[in-house]
């Protein structure tokens, strides 16, 4: 049995990941400050008695002795993570510092959950992972971005010069059940806003494009990734390489949903990245990793998810 540290796992995929690893028969200590996640997302596992939940703060040090760790604390939504963004900042660069730390300590393997934003407003197309990204790092999304660039650095400084054990991963868009009503993410908040018969508030017009996977798929390449050789450190993308216009997710969930809700264009908030599309190559010959679940299928899981909460 494995000694597992989740941190950030009260948030949606976090919650997924804790569930899996306990599945497995694993261990599992989820640390989390319920800034974006919710006890009631692992509410189910507490009755497990190789399941712990802690409420703390990863700017603080952490001490467990731990044989794997997944770094998943920050927030992910722009709405979330604008809302503090020096706090944002600190999470992604002491959060990865202090658990670097407890890695080394302990020599535990630490899983980064990096993201696509990494690519920022990307100029290739679509992003692999030798490209070093195109991010303004005074604009307001890049308290999320920086912070996330600034702990991938750290990783491979860790890895470099104290030979930590590291996996890192860049998360594209991810969607599932237990997103929270008021997330702030596209899918949640078309969903939502289709099932209440709300307006559908496209940003711009319409026209960004992202590439949407599905939470159970992340969750296959993570635990993949994690047990990859020791020489395998990443970065590598993980999602899902369907790429749709935010005008055709909308119309896709209005569809779906039978809703009468309209279409409303809003400002577009800026650097919001035109376009972005995983390629997953390497994933797929260094994890033998594809997602499965097409955007059809998953939207399906997350209407019937919000239907039976609202
Ligand atoms: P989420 O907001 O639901 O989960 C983040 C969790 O981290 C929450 O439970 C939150 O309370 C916790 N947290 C935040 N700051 C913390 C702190 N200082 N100390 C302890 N816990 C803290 O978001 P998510 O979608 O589940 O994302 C999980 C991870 O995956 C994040 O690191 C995110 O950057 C990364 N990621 C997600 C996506 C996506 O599309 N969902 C894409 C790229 C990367
Ligand atoms: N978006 C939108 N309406 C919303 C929420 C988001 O049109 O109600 C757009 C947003 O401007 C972006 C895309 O959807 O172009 C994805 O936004 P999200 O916040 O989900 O993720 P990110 O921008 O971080 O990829």
């Known amino acids: 049995?494995?000694?597992?540290?989740?941190?950030?796992?009260?948030?949606?995929?976090?919650?997924?990941?804790?569930?899996?690893?306990?599945?497995?028969?694993?261990?599992?200590?989820?640390?989390?400050?319920?800034?974006?996640?919710?006890?009631?997302?692992?509410?189910?596992?507490?009755?497990?008695?190789?399941?712990?939940?802690?409420?703390?703060?990863?700017?603080?040090?952490?001490?467990?002795?731990?044989?794997?760790?997944?770094?998943?604390?920050?927030?992910?939504s722009p709405v979330y993570y604008q809302t503090d963004p020096i706090q944002t900042t600190k999470t992604s660069f002491l959060g990865t510092f202090h658990l670097l730390g407890l890695a080394k300590r302990t020599k535990a393997k630490l899983l980064q959950a990096s993201t696509s934003e990494v690519y920022g407003d990307p100029a290739i197309h679509p992003q692999t992972e030798s490209y070093w990204g195109n991010v303004n790092p005074i604009g307001i999304r890049s308290c999320y971005d920086e912070g996330k660039r600034v702990a991938e650095s750290l990783c491979f400084d860790y890895h470099r010069i104290h030979g930590v054990r590291i996996k890192v991963v860049r998360i594209f868009n991810t969607y599932g059940p237990r997103m929270s009503e008021n997330d702030g993410r596209v899918v949640s908040n078309f969903v939502?806003?289709?099932?209440?018969?709300?307006?559908?508030?496209?940003?711009?017009?319409?026209?960004?494009?992202?590439?949407?996977?599905?939470?159970?798929?992340?969750?296959?390449?993570?635990?993949?990734?994690?047990?990859t050789e020791d020489s395998f450190t990443g970065p590598v993308n993980l999602g899902n390489p369907g790429e749709f216009s935010m005008l055709e997710l909308a119309h896709k969930v209005i569809e779906k949903t039978g809703s009468r809700s309209r279409i409303v264009f809003q400002p577009l908030?800026?650097?919001?990245?035109?376009?972005?599309?995983?390629?997953?190559?390497?994933?797929?010959?260094?994890?033998?990793?594809?997602?499965?679940?097409?955007?059809?299928?998953?939207?399906?899981?997350?209407?019937?998810?919000?239907?039976e909460r609202l």
């Open 192 to 227: 939502v806003q289709a099932l209440k018969g709300e307006d559908i508030t496209i940003y711009g017009d319409g026209a960004q494009t992202r590439s949407f996977q599905f939470v159970s798929d992340l969750i296959e390449g993570l635990l993949k990734m994690m047990a």
């Open 269 to 307: 908030p800026p650097d919001d990245p035109k376009k972005r599309r995983p390629d997953i190559t390497l994933a797929r010959n260094k994890l033998g990793w594809a997602p499965s679940v097409s955007l059809d299928a998953g939207l399906e899981q997350v209407i019937q998810y919000f239907r």
């Open 1 to 76: 049995m494995k000694q597992i540290l989740v941190a950030g796992g009260a948030g949606f995929i976090g919650s997924h990941l804790c569930e899996r690893l306990l599945d497995e028969g694993n261990s599992v200590v989820c640390i989390d400050n319920f800034y974006s996640g919710r006890r009631e997302n692992v509410g189910h596992l507490l009755k497990n008695p190789n399941f712990e939940l802690i409420r703390h703060d990863v700017t603080e040090p952490y001490r467990a002795e731990i044989d794997e760790i997944y770094n998943l604390a920050c927030p992910a």
